[in-house]
Nanobody
Framework: QVQLVESGGGLVQPGGSLRLSCAAS????????MAWYRQAPGKQRDMVAT???????IYADSVKGRFTISRDNAKNTVYLQMNSLKPDDTAIYYC????????WGQGTQVTVSS
């Protein structure tokens, strides 16, 4: 079965950085648009960033200029580099693969706090 495994979450101080990774298996990775979503307690799950099959990218307004999404098709992995983190970035971050199928990872917690 398809697996998306996130890693790289943790506790960081405001202004700090984290890099999330999502390793995919059992999909033809290059055929999929890959995205990061996040969900804070009591809120809906929102798209943070997407990297399309052609490497084009889109970002939520709240993270533009601070976050960078990238993909490595040779490693079946998508990344999210998060800089200048704010307490409002605190959430569970989920990896998503979408094409013929729609798949989700289990999520990784990111906490921004002093």
């Amino acid at each position: 079965q398809v697996q998306l495994v996130e890693s790289g979450g943790g506790l960081v101080q405001p202004g700090g950085s984290l890099r999330l990774s999502c390793a995919a298996s059992r999909i033809t990775f290059s055929d999929y648009n890959m995205a990061w979503y996040r969900q804070a307690p009591g809120k809906q799950r929102d798209m943070v960033a997407t990297v399309f099959r052609d490497y084009d990218t889109i970002y939520a307004d709240s993270v533009k200029g601070r976050f960078t999404i990238s993909r490595d098709n040779a490693k079946n992995t998508v990344y999210l580099q998060m800089n200048s983190l704010k307490p409002d970035d605190t959430a569970i971050y989920y990896c998503n693969a979408r094409a013929i199928g729609n798949y989700w990872g289990q999520g990784t917690q990111v906490t921004v706090s002093s």
